[in-house]
DNA sequence: GACTGAGACCTTTTT
DNA sequence: GGTCTCAGTC
């Protein structure tokens, strides 16, 4: 197809986006409008109206997925590949500069990536260093805290010393995290970003052939922006540079982890003169959803301003359901989720959006017991998974044997005898000598630091090591982790867990075998570093799809991006959601609430609400009212559902009172009383003239009453 | 080094 | 209420 007719197959303010030649665009594309069409015909124009080489394009995502799709979609709109172009997540592009300029960035060769769950190993072992064992300051908390600092651009050494001891001991954390990190050669994920930017900054004749060369930078997401991407992008850009932002501020929910609404908000001040593209025709959802989804976000303060309309159908209206508990609630969707297969459906088209995942086992269970097949988003990633990371963690030594975080994790998996006596001894050298644990072990070793069992098996373990490396480069990688598994009784050690688990994780191993030998070598670099690098940035998609057709249970972040025919939004209630740690925060509420809008607007055809007048949580039952966001919706666009059944008792064994059984009253009835006024039938107590009955009233809260003399009157 | 019991935790998640 | 971590014991 020419441009021009790809062209004609956009709407006006797509292609209007497509074919600006303002230096900078910012594109508000709203939920369902067609924004990565944009972005990628976008790519394919600047290239074929020769505005722009293949080379000289850089497009920026904040996901795997996305850059993929990004790179496939503006590959087949060219009909050729496009190898050339610089197409990635922020993360891998950062990697792929700090590997060709190691030597500017002061970084070994090898340099490897920590992920989260090895730099929190590694904070907990310079907390035993520090001696911060019993300090109120959480390990956790100082990774969050390390992180938070490098995403605003931080180094441990600029931060002004403060007199407060927990800040003190934050920063103290820090500065030993940082250090430790320089000494191992690896480089974490919030790293990345900063040396990058710090690798431009400041080598002059560096970022002017950058400049020179990518003339044209385009980003996805951009509302997901944090302060040191955008600072980075800044300075590629320069004076010169072409910048293309596609985004939509009502979609920001990562606040929570660095991400700046403000960033968006403010482009057109960042960059006067910026072109400003709406795009609000969606392709995706019902007038009517649309409709909710408008009013609520409506709510927000300091938008852009974007109101989607459709010409699609009117649509039915929001369905929604007041269950009296969860289990009610999780039967409800099944239920419905079942009907709806029924009528010829598939369950694939169905997703059930929650605010957190503790939500979902109730979800499960109810979905099991009408054996309905379900597939659960997000969890443990393949190469997060404890039997991969042991594995890798062997070949990480094997490119450097700096790599402490690695060492710490095999010196003594599977376990050959390396206790915690001796290793600590062996750190205490470490950090006496200022070298490596690999050294210090070595150095143990000869000094005769290590007694017994220890010494045979550290020998045993340097000579396998050394062997590996020797054989480094005459292997495959495939072969030197087969080797590997073999030769360390890793794969043994795995195989002897008991269970199902050890089967699983020798499934698993089996797995990365198979991903090696995929692993397509690249032309320049080290294979093995190459690898690992990947393993990190890539972690891998969850669990791999079985090809059964399954309804999609995931939590609302991460539906971003998805779409479906039938959407539940489950447990819409005060405190839930909106979660009661953002009920304070004017900000976290904004952002609960375009958590919403991006909830609403996932669903093409047919929407359901739901939320439980009781809820147990945490082993305590909650009682909240339905969510702000529901108030929110107009009520012309919903319809309650009322279901003619009978609501089964979620307490076994206690008898329903008389006048309940007779139909007079049923949980989850609307009454009304004449002093409490309105509420919901949550339980009965006995039976006969004593029965009690445990109302939650609005405004109220839940009050016991003898339910002859309580004088309710039944209302709905 | 494996097993056990007590205690703490409990929003969202990518790279 | 369930899960996970950590310290203590065999």
């Known amino acids: 197809m020419s441009i021009i007719e790809r062209l004609k197959t956009l709407n006006s303010p797509q292609q209007a986006a497509v074919k600006s030649d303002a230096q900078h665009l910012l594109v508000l594309a709203g939920a369902g409008s067609g924004k990565t069409r944009v972005l990628t015909h976008r790519i394919s124009w600047l290239l074929e109206t020769g505005q722009a080489a293949p080379t000289g394009v850089l497009a920026v995502t904040f996901t795997n997925k996305a850059a993929r799709e990004m790179r496939s979609r503006v590959s087949e709109l060219l009909e050729q590949p496009v190898d ?15 590997r060709q300029h190691h030597l500017e960035a002061r970084l070994p060769r090898e340099f490897q990536i920590l992920d989260s769950d090895d730099q929190l190993r590694l904070i907990k072992r310079l907390f035993s260093e520090l001696g911060l064992k019993d300090s109120s300051l959480q390990p956790k908390q100082a990774q969050y805290y390390i992180n938070d600092q490098k995403d605003e651009g931080r180094r441990a050494e600029h931060i002004a010393p403060s007199a407060d001891p927990y800040e003190q001991e934050r920063q103290q954390v820090y500065m030993a995290y940082q250090h430790a990190c ?60 072409n910048l293309t932002v596609v985004g939509d501020d009502d979609q920001s929910i990562y ?16 960059f006067p003169g910026a072109e400003l593209i709406r795009l609000e025709q969606n392709y995706r959802s019902t007038q009517t959803i649309l409709a909710a989804a408008n009013a609520v976000i409506d709510h927000n303060q300091g938008r852009l301003g974007k109101e989607l309309w459709s010409e699609g159908a009117e649509g039915e209206p929001v369905q929604l359901y007041a269950a009296f508990n969860e289990q009610d609630e999780a039967r409800f969707v099944a239920e419905q989720a079942d009907a709806w297969i029924d009528s010829g459906h598939s369950a694939n088209d169905i997703a059930v959006l929650y605010r957190s995942n503790a939500q979902s086992r109730v979800l499960e269970e109810a979905f099991m017991r009408v054996q309905l097949p379900y597939r659960i988003y997000g969890g443990m990633r393949f190469y997060e998974r404890l039997e991969i990371r042991n594995a890798l963690a062997y070949l990480r030594l094997v490119a450097n044997t700096m790599d402490d975080p690695a060492m710490e994790r095999v010196i003594n998996v599977p376990p050959r005898g390396v206790g915690q006596k001796s290793l600590d001894k062996l750190r205490q050298l470490a950090r006496e000598e200022g070298c490596s644990l690999w050294d210090a072990a070595r150095l143990g070793l000869e000094r005769k630091l290590v007694t017994g069992k ?68 690249p032309e320049d670099g080290d294979p093995l570093t190459e690898f690992l690098a990947e ?16 309804v999609n249970m995931m939590t609302l972040h991460s539906s971003k991006g998805l779409e479906f025919p039938l959407v539940f939004l489950v447990g819409v209630e005060e405190n839930l959601f909106p979660h009661k740690m953002s009920a304070t925060d004017p900000q976290k509420l904004e952002e609960e609430r375009r958590l919403c809008y991006v909830g609403i607007t996932r669903a093409e055809q047919k929407l359901f609400l739901t939320y439980a007048e009781s809820r147990r949580l945490y082993g305590q039952d909650n009682f909240n009212p339905v969510s702000r966001f529901v108030r929110e919706i107009p009520e012309r666009l919903l319809a309650e559902v009322r ?6 008792r979620p307490v076994s064994g206690v008898a329903l009172g008389q006048d309940a059984a007779e139909g007079a009253i049923a949980l989850g009835a609307l009454v009304r009383h004449p002093i409490f006024g309105d509420g919901v039938v ?17 405004g109220e809260g839940i009050k016991q009453l003898v339910y002859q003399f309580a004088k309710l009157e039944v209302i709905g």
Do not use: C
């Open 643 to 648: 279901l003619n059944m009978q609501v089964s």
């Open 255 to 270: 606040g929570w982890r660095g991400a700046k609404v403000e960033t968006i908000q403010q482009f057109q001040d960042d």
């Open 84 to 98: 050339a172009m610089w197409i990635g997540t922020f993360h891998g592009l950062a990697h792929r500069l700090l």
């Open 182 to 241: 320089e000494r191992a050669g690896v480089v974490d994920f919030a790293e990345l970003l900063l040396r990058a930017h710090e690798l431009w900054r400041d080598n002059p004749a560096l970022i002017k052939h950058y400049r020179a060369r990518f003339r044209h930078v385009l980003v996805d997401e951009f509302q997901d922006i944090n302060t040191i991407q955008y600072a980075w992008l800044r300075v590629l850009l320069g004076t010169e540079g």
């Open 682 to 698: 949550l339980n009965f107590e006995g039976a006969g003239p004593n029965a009690t009955v445990q109302v939650n009233f609005d």
């Open 535 to 550: 393993a990190s940035l890539n972690a891998g998609e969850g669990q791999a799809d079985d090809h059964e057709a399954a």
């Open 454 to 521: 220890a010494v045979t098996a550290l020998t045993a373990f340097f000579q396998l090591l050394d062997d590996l490396r020797a054989s480094r480069h005459e292997l495959s990688l495939r072969q030197l982790m087969e080797t590997t598994l073999d030769m360390t009784g890793l794969l043994e050690y795995h195989k002897a867990e008991k269970g199902e688990r050890g089967q699983a994780r020798v499934e698993n191993l089996q797995e990365l075998l198979g991903a090696l030998d995929m692993y397509e070598v």
